[in-house]
């Protein structure tokens, strides 16, 4: 399977229905949460091309988005393939 990072903060609506989704699918992810890390959030801003918010999504080492942008790729059939999932 291949390895999942999420960038979250605490209270994030988005980042919970980003980690349920995951989690639906059995799938293990590493969890950075950016909330009072200033070093960890440029971190992200850099690794995601500038995107600011939460969450920041890789899966390997490619930058999928955010939430609607995981659900997208669900609702197309092409995130269980990313993952490394059988159909």
Known sequence: MTS???YTT???PYCVRAKALLAKKGVA???INVEDDEALREAM?????G???VPQIFIGDQ???GCDDLYA???QG???PLLGLAE
Do not use: K, Q
């Not at 801003?45 to 091309?49: P, S, V």
């Open 4 to 6: 999942v990072e999420i």
């Open 10 to 12: 605490t209270i994030c």
């Open 29 to 31: 992810f590493r969890e």
């Open 45 to 49: 801003i850099e690794r995601a091309g």
């Open 51 to 53: 995107r600011r918010s």
């Open 63 to 65: 930058h999928v988005g």
């Open 73 to 75: 790729l669900d609702r």
């Open 78 to 80: 092409a995130l269980n």
